[in-house]
């Protein structure tokens, strides 16, 4: 189904430009440097921060975003308004602590807020985010080895001979990785380094030179052409 | 003062050849109707938002967990543009889930345009697109939760992805929901493989939006990265024989 | 009822994974563990450094990734500890300047200083400021994560510039992460580097360790528990350290459980398609 493009609008002409001239400068600041009569490195690191600046910005109204959607789940007392009771506090409980006390905090020397106030803080700090944050967030990764051999089993069948192929590289690097299989046999890990150093590699190169040339394309089209709503 | 950078010279010579060659296949191309090998079962998409419609059930998006700068994100957003037309001309509910902040103002802007052109602009719901967490794994434990209550028909996760899409494809996988799935990135690909009904690999998924949309002018810039492989694979080819035989001049070429 | 249909409910490979984890776990079971070439790489590397040279640890991780990367960050850490080596901890995660905390609570730090040894310098928030730090550290971190002003510590003193860097070690979960400083301290600099990975991401290095861009990597924690045993062989340090030697027999008999899952299915498969095609039509 083939569509008609509609000229550019004023607003949407001037924002590429702008897209084309900064992607083109960023682009050649890396191939070239210019000390004088500017220094463009200096320059496009600035823009950088800038645009880091902008970016962190984006938090703040994610914030508002996350705020008002669960606020109007307990409003109305939606199906899961419990959870967005738990989400709020954990979100701005976490924030406030934070920002007493973590590497991140405002006033790391006690200039401002006093030492008794950090050192209340600190403890629960370090319980949030090392008890609470890093324990829930490995639970959930590890439901990676459940799903990983759910995934194995159903994946390695020998269909084909790609699939049979597939299927015997698979179990031999798996094996080659046990510790179990190394004092079996030292073989294993010697198969295992070898199709990680070859075959793996040689998809992996492939792979990633196809993307590297398609981002390459893509960017260049979005530097010339307004990307959304053509 | 200006000068070319050291170690970067023989890199920005490569870049103006490929470019070079991108361009002229591509003006090439466009003179004529190009016969592209196709993206196996990418046509079965609009069956898919389709069938979501008469069954009453919704479609799952997400464009996955890379920034807004990422060329990944970019071309999921450009899916995105796609998958938004059809759900709105449809009738289907669409739910976009984000892991990142701009991505979100992004994507709100693509949906609500989506509504917005087709006449539709009152339908538009600000719940439709949800910013779900920035952490990698609490977003996936939200997707989870949302395949799971929501049960869409489909469910679309192109993108940038890390560790977090295996469980959500396996969270898919197990409520029985079509799935289609994208990435460049190398690690996650097995996994999509071994989940997805369909699976954009590498750079297929930035030509995606072009191939469903059938625009031949958009065609005709995809045959472009074709060049720039014959020339990478002409380097290799001679690189790896003259390194056989003991000559260096291509290395030592290519770290000017 | 059909006993392919039993052993093929993933509820049945949840169960048994689950079993097969925690009893090693639970009953402290230990396995000897073969030193992989790409660990050891990384370990001779770091045992060669001249006394004094600069060393970065980057933890380009974040929390959900612990179990993996924590224990290498550990070994690594207390091994750079134990030699007469000057260390910068930095980060390209958020939360890599906590876990870099947590990391110096869990070492003998022995009669290091704070400030003229080691520092903590903290997030990078992109890759202007990597760039940068290669030519000017204080512009880019006035402040070390603790508020004091990097210009009174001796070691900033010492080495205001990154690219002095004798080697970087990336803890790196995806991007930001080792690609980063591959493109921008090792290319430009050739700052040697050294790479910390999930299993997941292992394969994806591999090529620049072929390729010598890398001088190691350290994969998984099976990697952490080659590590220690070659810091207790040669600096005698206690096993136990990271916690990584009493997982691997978990995670010997967890792959063990994967290969005679595969192998079943495959057979069920196989007996399954011999059934269909014998069936009388």
């Known amino acids: 189904m083939a569509t008609t493009k509609r000229k550019m609008t004023r607003e949407e002409l001037i924002l590429q430009v702008i897209i084309f001239s900064l992607g083109f400068f960023f682009a050649f600041v890396y191939y070239v440097r210019v000390s004088e009569p500017i220094d463009l490195q200096a320059v496009s690191q600035q823009l950088f921060a800038y645009l880091t600046a902008m970016l962190t910005a984006a938090f703040a109204i994610g914030m508002i975003n996350l705020t008002r959607v669960h606020w109007i789940n307990i409003k109305r007392k939606r199906a899961t308004w419990k959870f967005s009771v738990i989400l709020i506090a954990s979100l701005y409980g976490m924030a406030i602590v934070s920002l007493i006390s973590s590497p991140f905090a405002l006033d790391p020397q006690a200039a ?110 979005r530097m010339i052409r307004y990307p959304w709503g053509r | ?254 770290d000017l | 009822m059909n006993k392919y249909k039993v052993a093929s409910d993933p509820r049945m490979i949840y169960v048994l994974l689950a079993l097969v984890v925690t009893v090693p776990i639970l009953t402290h079971s230990v396995l000897p563990v073969p030193i992989s070439d790409t660990t050891r790489a990384v370990f001779d590397y770091i045992d060669k450094l001249p006394a004094n040279s600069l060393v970065v640890l980057s933890f380009d991780y974040s929390t959900s990734v612990v179990p993996e990367l924590h224990p290498q960050a550990i070994v690594v850490t207390q091994h750079v500890f134990l030699r007469p080596l000057k260390v910068l901890f930095v980060a390209q995660y958020t939360d890599g300047p906590a876990l870099a905390d947590a990391v110096l609570d869990a070492i003998n730090k022995g009669n290091k200083t704070y400030g003229v040894d080691y520092a903590t310098l903290g997030y990078i928030p992109n890759s202007a400021t990597v760039i940068g730090m290669t030519t000017n550290l204080q512009q880019y971190f006035p402040v070390d994560t603790r508020g004091t002003s990097t210009n009174d510590l001796p070691i900033i003193r010492e080495f205001p510039a990154e690219k ?80 990584a030697t009493s997982a691997m027999v978990a995670q010997s008999s967890s792959q063990m459980l994967i290969v005679a899952m595969v192998i079943v299915g495959n057979v069920a498969y196989f007996v399954g398609t011999r059934r269909t095609k014998g069936a009388p039509k």
């Open chain 3, 164 to 243: 002095m860097t004798s080697l970087l070690v990336s803890f790196s979960a995806g991007d930001p992460g080792l690609l980063t400083y591959l493109q921008y301290w090792e290319t430009p600099y050739g700052i040697p580097t050294a790479a910390g990975s999930p299993a997941t991401l292992a394969p994806g290095y591999e090529p620049f360790y072929n390729s010598h861009q890398i001088v190691g990597i350290l994969i998984s924690m099976r990697a952490a528990a080659e590590y220690e045993l070659l810091l207790t062989a040669e600096y005698h340090t206690p096993i136990g350290l990271s916690g």
């Open chain 2, 1 to 254: 003062m200006i000068e070319l950078i050291e170690g970067r010279i023989a890199q920005l010579i490569l870049l103006i050849i490929v470019l070079a060659a991108i361009y002229e296949v591509t003006r090439i191309a466009r003179g004529r109707k190009m016969k592209t090998r196709g993206i196996p079962g990418l046509e079965r998409l609009d069956g898919w938002i389709k069938q979501a419609g008469t069954l009453d059930r919704s479609v799952f998006f997400t464009p996955g967990t890379g920034a807004v700068t990422y060329p990944d994100t970019l071309a999921a957003l450009a899916l995105l543009e796609y998958v938004a037309e059809r759900c709105v001309e449809q009738n289907v509910k669409l739910i976009v889930g984000n892991a990142d902040l701009n991505v979100q103002q992004v994507a709100e802007d693509i949906v609500k345009t989506a509504y917005t052109k087709a006449g539709k602009a009152k339908e538009y719901n600000p719940d439709i697109v949800r910013f779900i967490s920035g952490r990698q794994f609490a977003f996936a434990a939200g997707v989870m939760g949302i395949l799971r209550r929501e049960k869409p028909a489909v469910n679309i996760f192109v993108g940038d992805f890390s560790a977090e899409a295996l469980a959500i494809a396996e969270a898919g996988r197990s409520d029985a929901i079509a799935q289609f799935g994208g990435t460049t990135n190398v690690d996650q690909l097995p996994f999509f493989m071994a989940t997805c009904d369909l699976t954009l690999i590498g750079e297929e998924l930035f030509t995606a939006q072009g191939y469903l949309k059938n625009d031949p002018d958009t065609i005709s810039t995809y045959v472009g990265p074709d060049a720039g492989k014959i020339i990478a694979i002409l380097l290799i080819l001679v690189g790896a024989i003259l390194v056989t035989f003991g000559n260096q001049i291509l290395v030592s070429l290519l």
């Open chain 1, 112 to 221: 401002v807020i006093p030492q008794g106030v950090i050192n209340l803080f600190n403890p629960i700090f370090d319980f949030l985010y090392y008890k609470v944050l890093v324990t829930i967030n490995s639970s959930i990764f590890s439901l990676l080895a459940f799903f990983i051999a759910s995934a194995a089993y159903r994946a390695f069948k020998a269909r084909s001979l790609e699939s049979t192929i597939l299927l015997l590289a698979g179990l031999l690097v798996v094996i080659g990785q046990a510790p179990v299989a190394d004092v079996a046999w030292p073989g294993f890990a010697t198969i295992r380094d070898w199709i990680l150093a070859y075959p793996n590699t040689a998809g992996q190169r492939g792979i990633l030179i196809g993307a590297a040339l398609g981002i390459l394309a893509f960017s260049v089209r």
